[in-house]
């Protein structure tokens, strides 16, 4: 396992819809999005602190991203990663910049 400091905050950048924070709680600023309107961004969390039986709250706030809503659709958790759904909520704008994803381990 890797090492892992519980009670820390981690912070990454995404690269293709990827990040890795061993922690139990962190914010992931997305890529540079451009999604349509209805659709999915897909973002898989690497963490050596997730089991398949982890709960993880996670939430969604625009970085530099002017197009509203946005909204966390699914979180799946397996053995070290999590994949977790963001929806462009938008009748009809893509996305139009970064994302932050805020995760904790509860």
Known sequence: MANVNPGDTGTATSTAGAATINHNSGTITTESLSTAHGAEY??????????????????VADGTNTTLPVSVAEVLVSSKQAVIKILNGHASAALNGTLLINFAIV
């Open 42 to 59: 897909t973002m898989t969390l690497t963490n050596a602190c997730i089991t398949p039986d982890t709960v993880l709250a996670v939430t």
